[in-house]
């Protein structure tokens, strides 16, 4: 028996008593995987992206492991949700617009210092400052550099469009905003090395395109080192009681801890391994969150239909956002239907075993977003079911 055949036996034991669809996590390849991550941390904190998780009880179990300190949030909203169920340490990555939320924020001292929130534009600071009553209570602020690689004077760029803010003139200028205007505490810096972190190096069957990404992060990293080095002192001679500077994923755990000006780092899918994890050089995770769709069909030889199956990740499009199908292994999609909304055909020999009934278990694409699917997790030990938790969706938490 092949491990994965071992692990689809272990997973169908587990869940016997329960119908699919269904979500669950291996807590064994998730512990794993954070040991893995804070290795490759070389004793630098680890911040979790709460996007890549979703949910309060693996949050919270990750977070009670030496090794991690801190959340990093995807919206306003959540950064607050957070901070009121007890988590201290919010970083929100991406800047707000919900004028409601900063007046909650602006208005409670327990939200004040529990939550920062990015800022890369001034105007962002103006739309704080007309949402709020007061400015006795200090908003914590982080400014985000912006890490694309820029070749050929700025023509050929490779990396997110994020933060404007590039250069260390640019930081620093905001930085001395900020530190002027009464209300505001500027406390951190971030800096997502998406094109390093995010994109996989050894795409199975493309050793030509895989060398090239390896080529280019290779600039991207030492490119940015240099100028995220340079930052950090033009800020820090605003802000000299800086209190992180923050940078990295998944991907770049190890190339960004090595950098002196990074103070900690951020991580999320690592813990889950989805499978755009799948194509790195630089670590190998163990798949922890999978999804069953169960066998409804049998329409003829080596083919078998499972209810659902529709569920593509963001970014842009292709068929790397599709889940895919992992437990038995030798399925795949119909190519003239892909991965269904309400039905998904699936193609090979390993059909022939299948039954009405029986779990196909699958991958998703990215991390966090499987949980916008489910509104539970199962939580797995060896080939039993320890605990069922809610996701953000279960607890009526949706919230982008």
């Keep these: 028996m092949t491990p994965r055949a071992a692990d689809r036996a272990r997973y169908d034991r587990a869940t016997a008593h329960l119908d699919a669809p269904l979500a669950l996590v291996d807590l064994e390849a998730f512990d794993a995987n ?6 490759r941390a070389q004793g630098k904190p680890i911040r979790v992206a709460s996007k890549s998780v979703r949910c309060r009880a693996l949050l ?9 300190a801190g959340i990093m949030s995807f919206t306003l909203a959540e950064s607050i949700w957070l901070a009121r169920a007890g988590f201290e340490d919010v970083l929100l990555a991406y800047p707000s617009a919900d004028r409601d939320r900063f ?4 208005a409670d001292p327990k939200l004040a210092a529990a939550v920062t929130v990015m800022v890369d534009d001034p105007a962002q600071l103006d739309l704080i400052d007309r949402a709020r009553d007061r400015d006795d209570l200090p908003v914590r602020i982080c400014l985000e550099l912006d890490t694309s690689l820029q070749l050929l004077g700025g023509r050929v760029r490779i990396g997110a469009r994020r933060s404007p803010l590039r250069e260390p003139a640019q930081l620093a200028e905001l930085a001395r905003t900020v530190a002027r205007r009464p209300g505001f505490r500027l406390v951190g810096l971030m800096a997502y090395e998406g094109h390093v972190a995010g994109v996989g190096d050894d795409i199975a069957g493309r050793p030509v395109r895989s060398r090239a990404i390896r080529l280019m992060q290779a600039a991207a990293r030492k490119e940015l080192a240099a100028r995220r080095a340079e930052v950090v002192r033009a800020v820090r001679a605003v802000a000299p009681d800086l209190e992180f500077v923050n940078g990295g994923g998944t991907g770049s755990v190890q190339h960004t801890a090595a950098e002196d000006a990074v103070t900690e780092i951020a991580a999320g899918s690592g813990l889950y391994v989805p499978r755009l994890f799948d194509n790195y050089t630089s670590f190998t995770g163990r798949p922890a969150a999978l999804f069953a769709l ?8 080596g083919v078998v239909t499972v209810l659902g199956g529709g569920y593509p990740a963001s970014g842009a499009a292709g068929v790397d956002r599709l889940p895919v199908p992992y437990l ?33 278990w699958f991958r998703h694409a990215k991390a966090g ?8 997790l199962q939580l797995v030990e060896g080939d039993r079911v320890t605990a ?12 982008l």
């Design 103 to 106: 007046a909650e924020l602006a």
């Design 328 to 360: 038995p292994e030798g399925l795949r999609y119909d190519p003239q239907e892909g991965a269904g909304e309400v039905q998904t055909p699936l193609l090979g020999t390993a059909a022939d075993d299948l039954l009405i009934g029986d779990k196909v």
């Design 294 to 301: 169960p066998v409804v069909r049998r329409p003829g030889v």
């Design 60 to 68: 919270e179990r990750v977070l009670a492991r030496d090794g991690f």
């Design 34 to 39: 954070a040991d893995d991550l804070v290795r």
């Design 369 to 376: 977003e499987l949980c916008e699917r489910f509104d539970e």
């Design 388 to 399: 069922t938790v809610p996701t953000y969706r279960g607890e009526g938490r949706t919230f």
